[in-house]
């Protein structure tokens, strides 16, 4: 039946974060059939015609009859009788008859509106009772309807017909019992300190008309004639009193927790102050000033302020904890650990909760509440509307927690001097003005200002911010990627890259490029000019080049300086109804580069599945340039392109977020000589290094001078501040809270084990590796460090994904090892310790008697070691149930060496997980 377990939540709050516990309660009711109720009149034998008698329910109009004009005045009074108990039943009132007397038998409608009528008659007409006995039962919906399956809330038209009453005697012959049930929900419940839901304001209502704050809800143990019950709540007594005050048959109200839900405010998005605001989904029309600060932004009606996209009337996946148990008396373990462990491992796991401002740094406090919170990421300001990530430095684009390479071009002529980039002449030519052997290319990125355009790499602001003041330790010029001239021959092709003769300076911030003469011919790329070395050399003739020289350089930036969580898979904030540029905010549009192009969505990003990292850029205005293209078939662009190819799709593209701002009117554009301007072909290779632009038909040279305009895509500079929100899964260890967690982590946690893995995991790739784990792509996410190893992060993993041991080796990062030592499992398992690690993943640090081992890598590295088991919680808690089932991790994080083994007291720690499905052992 559509909508029969609807749930009705309250509105959203005005301020604030709200968290709602919905439950469901549970009662036995005695279902009382609906009574008629009854009346009797006696008709005189000296009744004369005008004589009446009178219905009145005070609420609708009184019905009068009249005797001769509404009834008949019969032979005898017997027949009288029969004429008015006919007019009666006639009338729709109640069902009337004479039984073959003077007297009128009434039974009105089921219900207790019956007993409302007042009877009134003139003498003849005696009254010998006045309508009674009529009630609407108990228990039931209507006076002739009964809940369906014994739902409290369900949609009137589902309701049964009532048929508890004996139609063959009119009167209840057994008494019935409904287990009835409604969906509770208590506002505003602390999840932190009660994280089962039930807590001193959860008060039973059972079949009563509100609920009764004399009652609590208590574990279902040790509670007199009630076996034990884990997962079961019970309020009343199991008396008559509570029976009353309950409605109910036993005395007991029963109730099992649904879940968490947590709400978003209707005070709208406001990034440092109100990140858990929202529009309603039904606004007509609304404004932001942080859309496009800080200008003021109109929002039309159905559309959210949010970066995500959602409202806070409108409740997803992410606003939901399930707190649902499965009850089973029979588990196949084996199967069960595989699966609870492999959730883990891949991520899908969302049995715990957290408040996001109580994870990291986020709107001042004003984050959400979920297993997968917002997280906001700040590039670019310190403001506290999240967690620092970096600077832009006008050469960056990719800001990752693994080591990255960004390129970054640079065009010099042949007397280019500024304090950035500068040539010394050929001291065998000091006044050349071409290209000349041992001309020296000085590149020096202390003297780079990053307060410019992406393009104007050789200017300087009157404050002038440096790159060395504000790129990340230990950032370094490798390599030079290449190195090529813009010149070409049109009779024939020829290579285009840059003889050099040395290069110093590489690993540090000041390269120097010394050029080796060329005697390869050029001529510009203009069908018929005469032809020139691109470097001249051997003489003291000016016969080089003088076009441009461009130099790709490889700028190396270490692990650590990516994103603070990993993104979540399955919750990524890439909008469809959102405003503005999705995940994407900027403080003020005002700090954007003066050669942005011209539109509101200017800003080009990407993530990828299992890495920390922003790719972000943004589209230059449409730049024209001439260029002497790579061969008849292609051009290559110093600078990526923006373009858009029309078949482009997510479905294609799984491992990245991609918003084209632009259509594809945006597309790089070319020409030869007065022709008129045409598309690149849709193979040309957009947003790519490497420049290549095809096009068809062919050049009608094989290197020909081109008009080209493009849309480039820069890097940002240090002007430009920005915030990037995503998702991603809190830790999922039971309990993990901001402070201390000892007032709801139990102290010691004794559990019966129930297996144990005949399994480690070796886990060797974590987020400072430039690969990523098969075949899951953040396997070490949710398992905890030693926090006695200090504040380690997921980014210190950076060995690469190939992982050997023995003769076997593989290109995974992980292994799963057989064990040659076995987890013992025939004795309680005693956790001590509580202790959190860095990244708030509760664990005990004391590990009772464990000690696992299996072969070695092959070699030392960093890594993960862990053996999953399931066990049996012995005791109630805050956490968890009697009987309930939890995924128990030992592990151990070996610094730098070979060896796969668990110990107590050697970096071996426990991790407690709820399971998924909140597992409870029946019996």
Same mark, same amino acid.
């Given at each position: 039946?559509?909508?029969?377990?609807?749930?009705?939540?309250?509105?959203?709050?005005?301020?604030?974060?709200?968290?709602?516990?919905?439950?469901?309660?549970?009662?036995?009711?005695?279902?009382?059939?609906?009574?008629?109720?009854?009346?009797?009149?006696?008709?005189?034998?000296?009744?004369?015609?005008?004589?009446?008698?009178?219905?009145?329910?005070?609420? %609708?109009?009184?019905?009068?009859?009249?005797?001769?004009?509404?009834?008949?005045?019969?032979?005898?009074?017997?027949?009288?009788?029969?004429?008015?108990?006919?007019?009666?039943?006639?009338?729709?009132?109640?069902?009337?008859?004479?039984?073959?007397? %003077?007297?009128?038998?009434?039974?009105?409608?089921?219900?207790?509106?019956?007993?409302?009528?007042?009877?009134?008659?003139?003498?003849?007409?005696?009254?010998?009772?006045?309508?009674?006995?009529?009630?609407?039962?108990?228990?039931?919906?209507?006076?002739?309807?009964?809940?369906? &399956?014994?739902?409290?809330?369900?949609?009137?038209?589902?309701?049964?017909?009532?048929?508890?009453?004996?139609?063959?005697?009119?009167?209840?012959?057994?008494?019935?019992?409904?287990?009835?049930?409604?969906?509770?929900?208590?506002? $505003?419940?602390?999840?932190?300190?009660?994280?089962?839901?039930?807590?001193?304001?959860?008060?039973?209502?059972?079949?009563?008309?509100?609920?009764?704050?004399?009652?609590?809800?208590?574990?279902?143990?040790?509670?007199?004639?009630?076996?034990?019950?884990?997962?079961?709540?019970?309020?009343?007594?199991?008396?008559?009193?509570?029976?009353?005050?309950?409605?109910?048959?036993?005395?007991?109200?029963?109730?099992?927790?649904?879940?968490?839900?947590?709400?978003?405010?209707?005070?709208?998005?406001?990034?440092?102050?109100?990140?858990?605001?929202?529009?309603?989904?039904?606004?007509?029309?609304?404004?932001?000033?942080?859309?496009?600060?800080?200008?003021?932004?109109?929002?039309?009606?159905?559309?959210?302020?949010?970066?995500?996209?959602?409202?806070?009337?409108?409740?997803?996946?992410?606003?939901?904890?399930?707190?649902?148990?499965?009850?089973?008396?029979?588990?196949?373990?084996?199967?069960?650990?595989?699966?609870?462990?492999?959730?883990?491992?891949?991520?899908?796991?969302?049995?715990?909760?957290?408040?996001?401002?109580?994870?990291?740094?986020?709107?001042?406090?004003?984050?959400?509440?979920?297993?997968?919170?917002?997280?906001?990421?700040?590039?670019?300001?310190?403001?506290?509307?999240?967690?620092?990530?970096?600077?832009?430095?006008?050469?960056?684009?990719?800001?990752?927690?693994?080591?990255?390479?960004?390129?970054?071009?640079?065009?010099?002529?042949?007397?280019?001097?500024?304090?950035?980039?500068?040539?010394?002449?050929?001291?065998?030519?000091?006044?050349?003005?071409?290209?000349?052997?041992?001309?020296?290319?000085?590149?020096?990125?202390?003297?780079?200002?990053?307060?410019?355009?992406?393009?104007?790499?050789?200017?300087?602001?009157?404050?002038?911010? *440096?790159?060395?003041?504000?790129?990340?330790?230990?950032?370094?010029?490798?390599?030079?990627?290449?190195?090529?001239?813009?010149?070409?021959?049109?009779?024939?092709?020829?290579?285009?890259?840059?003889?050099?003769?040395?290069?110093?300076?590489?690993?540090?911030?000041?390269?120097?490029?010394?050029?080796?003469?060329?005697?390869?011919?050029?001529?510009?790329?203009?069908?018929?000019?005469?032809? *020139?070395?691109?470097?001249?050399?051997?003489?003291?003739? !000016?016969?080089?080049?003088?076009?441009?020289?461009?130099?790709?350089?490889?700028?190396?930036?270490?692990?650590?300086?990516?994103?603070?969580?990993?993104?979540?898979?399955?919750?990524?904030? #890439?909008?469809? @109804?959102?405003? @503005?540029?999705?995940?994407?905010?900027?403080?003020?549009?005002?700090?954007?580069?003066? !050669?942005?192009?011209?539109?509101?969505?200017?800003?080009?990003?990407?993530?990828?599945?299992?890495?920390?990292?922003?790719?972000?850029?943004?589209?230059?205005?449409?730049?024209?340039?001439?260029?002497?293209?790579?061969?008849? $078939?292609?051009?290559? =662009?110093? *600078?990526?392109?923006?373009?858009?190819?029309?078949?482009?799709?997510?479905?294609?593209?799984?491992?990245?977020?991609?918003?084209?701002?632009? %259509?594809?009117?945006?597309?790089?554009?070319?020409?030869?000589?007065?022709?008129?301007?045409?598309?690149?072909?849709?193979?040309?290779?957009?947003?790519?290094?490497?420049?290549?632009? &095809?096009?068809?038909?062919?050049?009608?040279?094989?290197?020909? =001078?081109?008009?080209?305009?493009?849309?480039?895509?820069?890097?940002?500079?240090?002007?430009?501040?920005?915030?990037?929100?995503?998702?991603?899964?809190?830790?999922?260890?039971?309990?993990?809270?901001?402070?201390?967690?000892?007032?709801? #982590?139990?102290?010691?946690?004794?559990?019966?084990?129930?297996?144990?893995?005949?399994?480690?995991?070796?886990?060797?790739?974590?987020?400072? @590796?430039?690969?990523?784990?098969?075949?899951?792509?953040?396997?070490? %996410?949710?398992?905890?460090?030693?926090?006695?190893?200090?504040?380690?992060?997921?980014?210190?993993?950076?060995?690469?994904?190939?992982?050997?041991?023995?003769?076997?080796?593989?290109?995974? @990062?992980?292994?799963?090892?057989?064990?040659?030592?076995?987890?013992?499992?025939?004795?309680?398992?005693?956790?001590?310790?509580?202790?959190?690690?860095?990244?708030?993943?509760?664990?005990?640090?004391?590990?009772?008697?464990?000690?696992? &081992?299996? #072969?070695?890598?092959?070699?030392?590295?960093?890594?993960?070691?862990?053996?999953?088991?399931?066990?049996?919680?012995?005791?109630?808690?805050?956490?968890?149930?009697?009987?309930?089932?939890?995924?128990?991790?030992?592990?151990?994080?070996?610094?730098?060496?070979?060896?796969?083994?668990?110990?107590?007291?050697?970096?071996?720690?426990?991790?407690?997980?709820?399971?998924?499905?909140?597992?409870?052992?029946?019996?």
């Amino acid at each position: 039946l559509p909508n029969l377990n609807l749930i009705d939540l309250p509105d959203p709050p005005a301020t604030g974060k709200r968290t709602d516990f919905v439950y469901l309660e549970v009662w036995r009711a005695l279902v009382h059939p609906s009574t008629s109720a009854t009346a009797k009149i006696r008709v005189a034998e000296n009744i004369l015609g005008g004589d009446q008698i009178t219905f009145d329910n005070g609420v %609708d109009p009184a019905t009068t009859l009249t005797c001769v004009t509404d009834f008949s005045l019969g032979a005898d009074v017997y027949e009288t009788a029969l004429n008015l108990a006919t007019a009666i039943t006639n009338t729709g009132l109640a069902d009337a008859e004479s039984r073959g007397t %003077d007297f009128i038998f009434m039974t009105f409608p089921q219900g207790s509106s019956g007993n409302d009528f007042v009877i009134t008659a003139d003498a003849t007409i005696g009254i010998i009772q006045q309508p009674t006995g009529g009630s609407d039962g108990n228990g039931k919906p209507a006076s002739d309807k009964i809940y369906i &399956y014994g739902n409290t809330q369900s949609d009137s038209g589902s309701w049964l017909d009532d048929d508890v009453l004996d139609t063959l005697v009119n009167r209840e012959t057994t008494k019935r019992v409904q287990l009835q049930y409604r969906f509770r929900v208590r506002e $505003n419940v602390d999840y932190k300190t009660t994280p089962n839901g039930f807590g001193a304001v959860i008060f039973p209502q059972g079949g009563a008309l509100t609920e009764d704050t004399n009652y609590l809800y208590l574990p279902c143990k040790n509670i007199s004639g009630l076996n034990d019950d884990n997962g079961l709540w019970v309020a009343g007594n199991g008396d008559q009193t509570s029976a009353t005050d309950l409605n109910t048959v036993d005395g007991y109200v029963y109730a099992i927790p649904i879940c968490f839900v947590n709400r978003r405010n209707t005070g709208g998005f406001v990034p440092l102050t109100n990140v858990n605001g929202a529009l309603l989904s039904t606004h007509t029309g609304a404004t932001s000033s942080y859309i496009y600060p800080p200008a003021l932004t109109v929002i039309s009606a159905g559309v959210s302020d949010r970066p995500d996209g959602l409202f806070a009337d409108k409740i997803v996946s992410t606003d939901i904890l399930d707190m649902r148990r499965k009850v089973v008396d029979n588990l196949d373990l084996g199967k069960e650990l595989d699966y609870q462990f492999q959730s883990l491992l891949d991520n899908n796991y969302k049995t715990w909760q957290m408040d996001g401002s109580d994870l990291n740094d986020i709107g001042s406090g004003s984050g959400d509440v979920s297993h997968t919170p917002l997280v906001c990421d700040q590039i670019g300001t310190a403001s506290p509307y999240g967690n620092e990530v970096g600077l832009f430095d006008h050469i960056r684009r990719r800001f990752s927690s693994h080591p990255v390479i960004d390129r970054v071009v640079i065009e010099v002529l042949p007397n280019t001097s500024t304090p950035f980039v500068s040539v010394t002449p050929s001291p065998d030519l000091p006044g050349r003005t071409k290209w000349h052997s041992f001309d020296v290319i000085e590149i020096d990125f202390s003297n780079l200002d990053v307060t410019q355009d992406y393009a104007s790499f050789n200017l300087t602001s009157g404050s002038p911010v *440096y790159f060395t003041d504000v790129m990340p330790a230990n950032t370094q010029v490798l390599d030079i990627i290449e190195i090529w001239h813009d010149d070409g021959n049109t009779t024939s092709a020829i290579d285009q890259s840059v003889s050099l003769s040395r290069v110093l300076g590489l690993g540090t911030n000041q390269i120097s490029v010394e050029l080796a003469v060329n005697d390869t011919l050029a001529n510009g790329g203009v069908i018929g000019d005469p032809t *020139y070395k691109l470097v001249g050399g051997g003489s003291v003739v !000016d016969e080089g080049s003088s076009r441009r020289i461009f130099i790709a350089l490889a700028v190396s930036y270490t692990e650590g300086n990516g994103l603070t969580m990993t993104p979540s898979v399955t919750d990524y904030v #890439v909008p469809p @109804g959102s405003f @503005g540029q999705g995940a994407i905010l900027e403080t003020d549009t005002a700090n954007r580069p003066t !050669d942005i192009v011209a539109q509101d969505n200017a800003i080009e990003y990407a993530l990828q599945d299992g890495y920390r990292e922003i790719l972000i850029e943004y589209i230059g205005e449409r730049k024209t340039d001439q260029l002497v293209s790579f061969n008849q $078939n292609t051009i290559k =662009l110093p *600078y990526k392109a923006y373009g858009v190819v029309p078949t482009f799709s997510s479905e294609l593209n799984p491992n990245k977020t991609f918003l084209p701002h632009l %259509d594809n009117t945006y597309n790089p554009q070319y020409r030869e000589g007065a022709d008129p301007y045409a598309y690149v072909g849709i193979s040309s290779e957009f947003g790519s290094t490497s420049g290549l632009m &095809y096009v068809s038909p062919a050049l009608s040279a094989h290197q020909v =001078l081109v008009d080209v305009q493009y849309n480039p895509l820069g890097a940002l500079n240090t002007q430009n501040e920005m915030m990037l929100y995503y998702r991603s899964l809190a830790p999922q260890t039971a309990g993990a809270k901001a402070g201390l967690v000892t007032d709801i #982590v139990s102290e010691p946690l004794v559990l019966e084990p129930l297996i144990g893995s005949n399994f480690m995991y070796s886990i060797q790739i974590g987020k400072g @590796g430039t690969q990523i784990s098969y075949p899951y792509h953040s396997p070490g %996410d949710q398992i905890a460090f030693d926090p006695d190893l200090g504040s380690l992060k997921e980014w210190d993993l950076k060995a690469s994904g190939v992982i050997s041991t023995g003769d076997f080796n593989i290109n995974t @990062g992980l292994l799963k090892l057989s064990i040659l030592t076995p987890l013992d499992i025939s004795a309680d398992l005693t956790l001590e310790g509580v202790d959190k690690d860095g990244q708030s993943r509760v664990v005990y640090t004391d590990v009772d008697g464990t000690a696992v &081992y299996t #072969v070695p890598l092959s070699g030392a590295s960093q890594h993960k070691t862990v053996v999953p088991m399931l066990c049996r919680v012995k005791a109630s808690s805050l956490l968890f149930s009697e009987d309930e089932v939890v995924l128990v991790l030992i592990s151990r994080y070996s610094e730098l060496d070979a060896s796969n083994y668990v110990a107590s007291g050697d970096r071996t720690i426990a991790s407690v997980y709820s399971t998924k499905n909140r597992i409870l052992i029946g019996g």
